[in-house]
């Protein structure tokens, strides 16, 4: 298996790559990827998340909304990857949930911007300084 702390910040990776380096999903397209019960990292993209890796919108499928409650119970922090083409996934480093949010307030605006009637909930995370 590949070693998480091999990723480089900005290095371009595939869904398969991502897969067999955290476990989780490899089918379904989940934006959540767990292994058991263990959110292991993000897979976001921007069109339907205009502002992530900081802020993810969080669609109404009870998948969907499952999975973002999963990682507010477990909390911590975890490796984020953003989409950039087909199959290709830019890793951007580790980040912290900070806060899931169901307040309309908090992400109305932001679904309108990318084009959204399907928003129930934000997730919010904050980039973690990793350490040299």
């Known amino acids: ?13 595939t869904h398969d790559f991502i897969c067999k380096t955290f476990g989780g999903d490899a089918k379904g397209g989940t934006y959540l990827p767990q292994k058991q019960l263990t959110i292991v990292c993000g897979c976001f993209t921007t069109i339907k998340n205009p502002e992530a890796p900081e802020c993810v919108l969080v669609g109404s499928g009870p998948k969907i909304l499952g999975k973002a409650e999963r990682l507010a119970n477990q909390g911590g922090s ?8 087909i199959n ?12 899931l949010s169901r307040n309309t307030a ?10 959204r009637n399907d928003v129930v909930a934000a997730l919010f995370f904050r980039k973690v300084i990793e350490k040299k």
């Open 106 to 115: 908090d992400f109305e605006a932001r679904a309108v911007v990318a084009d």
């Open 1 to 13: 298996m590949n070693s998480i702390e091999n990723l480089e910040i900005g290095h371009v990776y």
């Open 78 to 85: 975890i490796p984020v990857f953003l989409k950039t083409g």
């Open 88 to 99: 290709q996934w830019v890793y951007k480093g580790r980040y912290e949930f900070v806060s």
